[in-house]
């Protein structure tokens, strides 16, 4: 059913509707990324399902999000239904074989999948500002408050160590503006106020520890399957940002710790990236720019990514122009918009002399699609009308039952489910306080013993402890640079930021 070099999607069709041959997609050319469009129920998901059965069948994991929880099915057996097998006699898939796959369910908030989360430090100050939807200038805070964990040595791992530092920073704000420029208690105050909605909205599930690691979706099973990890999202899409943000830090994490690889026969990891105009949506230029060029670079670590989205035009011109690999299902013409949508996806194919790609876009059926591979030297073929192969797993979703047996059988079971709080910038935060104040303590207590000697203005040379309440500051300070200096080095020594602000090492 599929060779070794390439995935089989469906069969292209002559004008006169017959049979003209099979449609593929190289997997050399796997990591040249690719685009899924076509208007709600023109048959996308299923064209996602075929695309990553093939992938897992030739060895490369894949991940993937499900939003309407349809494509759970692709961990169990297909069926024959009459119009599966009608379709796979129509596109010449003999024999039509039944297959079911190695599934890994996550979910944000650990009911549908396993728990999985990232650290706040992971994230970084970019994505997280896009997370929290910041002004400039909240922005601007929230950098400084990443550079003064960095150099504090304040571990930041879930939301409530990221609202300790925000208090603390407020506390500190004059000295904080001495030294890195504006740091208001009003914008700081915004800030803590929109972490309290993220809290609410489920957010703190996803942020904490053990934090995902890329080796769980980049697994394969023994008889040399790629695991395909299903991130639940039906829940997650009522927070778009949530969802575009994890998404987006999943793909910088790629990024950050994959290793060049060059050109390989077929891709390390495919990454389908579902309701991709999520991403986009006002999106401030530096993180599209961002987005761009993580997309443009990721491809030399062996890393395929799918957009998959009912618009052509959601998807800004310089990353469309990177998709290589096409799946245009049908579209509607009936508003100037989706007129100019129709002609801007036509244009982008190399048109075919058969037929006129605009017209032919209006009229595509179910499960039909215009495709256009890379084919020999990755250049873009003819784009022909397909129709796509049925899946090999069940076609929409798997019952709860289902789902939890495969969740308790996964290879990660048992990983995830426990949030581990190691003492971090909360905790430190505290002790801070806490040293603070009884240095504060000791200090009056020695001012009211009074059996000492005190020369206004020479107390700190005279070095008797007694201070005016103008130096607290710095009492205040020798507590926290103390605490510091003692955990600094466990959090290392160079923090390096990557292109998309999470955080850039080796594991
Ligand atoms: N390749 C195919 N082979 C057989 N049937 C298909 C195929 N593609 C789509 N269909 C049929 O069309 C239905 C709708 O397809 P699908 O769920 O993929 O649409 P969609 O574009 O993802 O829709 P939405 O935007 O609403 O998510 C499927 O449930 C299936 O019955
Ligand atoms: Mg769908």
New binding site residues.
């Given amino acids: 059913m599929v060779d070794e070099t390439s995935i089989f999607i469906g069969a292209s069709r002559k004008p006169d509707d017959s049979y003209q041959r099979a449609e593929e997609l190289l997997l050399r050319y796997g990591n040249r990324h690719g685009l899924v469009t076509?208007a709600?129920?023109?048959?996308?998901?299923?064209?996602l399902q075929?695309l990553a059965e093939g992938f897992s069948n030739a060895g490369v994991p894949v991940f993937c999000a499900d939003i309407?929880g349809?494509l759970s099915g692709i961990s169990m057996m297909g069926e024959a239904k009459d119009?599966?097998v009608k379709?796979a006699e129509q596109v010449k898939l003999d024999p039509y074989q039944f297959q079911e796959f190695p599934v890994i369910f996550w979910d944000l908030f650990g009911e549908q999948g396993h728990p999985i989360r990232a650290t706040i430090s992971e994230m970084g100050p970019l994505l997280l500002s896009r997370l929290m939807n910041l002004t400039e200038a909240q922005e601007g805070v929230m950098n400084i408050a990443f550079r003064i964990a960095d150099e504090e040595g304040l571990l930041l791992l879930d939301l409530k160590d990221l609202q300790a530092l925000l208090a603390n920073i407020a506390e500190r704000a004059d000295e904080l503006s001495a030294r890195y420029g504006n740091v208001t208690k009003p914008s700081v105050g915004a800030i803590q106020r929109t972490l309290l909605v993220l809290e609410q909205q489920g957010a703190a599930n996803f942020f904490g520890e053990p934090a995902l690691r890329i080796a769980d979706i980049m697994r394969t099973t023994r008889d040399g399957r790629g695991a395909i990890s299903v991130l639940a999202a039906d829940k997650l899409m009522m927070n778009p940002r949530l969802y575009a943000t994890f998404l987006l830090w999943l793909m910088s994490e790629l990024f950050e710790e994959l290793p060049e690889v060059g050109d390989l026969d077929q891709p390390k990891l495919v990454f389908f990236f579902d309701e991709a105009h999520l991403l986009f949506e006002d999106a401030p230029k530096v993180l599209i720019d961002r987005v761009e060029q993580v997309v443009r670079l990721i491809r030399s670590k062996g890393v395929g990514v799918y957009f998959v989205t009912?618009n052509p035009l959601d998807i800004p011109e310089k990353v469309l122009a990177q998709l290589g690999n096409r799946v245009q299902?049908a579209l509607r013409a009936y508003t100037p918009r989706e007129q100019q949508a129709v002609r801007t996806a036509a244009e982008t194919f190399r048109p075919n002399p058969d037929f006129d790609c605009a017209t032919a876009i209006t009229q595509l059926a179910?499960?039909e699609a215009l495709v256009s591979m890379l084919e020999d030297k990755g250049v873009p073929a003819i784009v022909q009308r397909t129709l796509?192969?049925?899946p090999s797993s069940r076609?929409?979703p798997i019952t709860p039952d289902e789902r939890r047996k495969i969740i308790a059988e996964s290879p990660v079971a048992g990983q995830y489910d426990q949030v581990v709080d190691r003492e971090s910038a909360f905790e430190m935060l505290q002790k801070k306080a806490k040293e603070a104040q009884d240095a504060e303590a000791q200090a009056q207590q020695q001012n009211s013993g009074g059996s000492r000697w005190t020369i206004p203005g020479f107390d700190d040379v005279l070095g008797t402890g007694n201070r005016r309440s103008s130096n607290r500051q710095t009492v205040a300070e020798a507590a926290i640079k103390s605490v510091v200096r003692s955990v600094g080095s466990s959090v290392g020594r160079a923090i390096v930021r990557g292109i998309l602000g999470s955080l850039a090492r080796g594991r």
């Avoid at 709600?40 to 064209?47: D, I, P, R």
């Fill in positions: 076509g709600t129920g023109t048959g996308k998901t299923v064209s075929i309407k349809d119009f599966l379709r009912q299902h179910t499960g796509i192969r049925p076609l929409g």
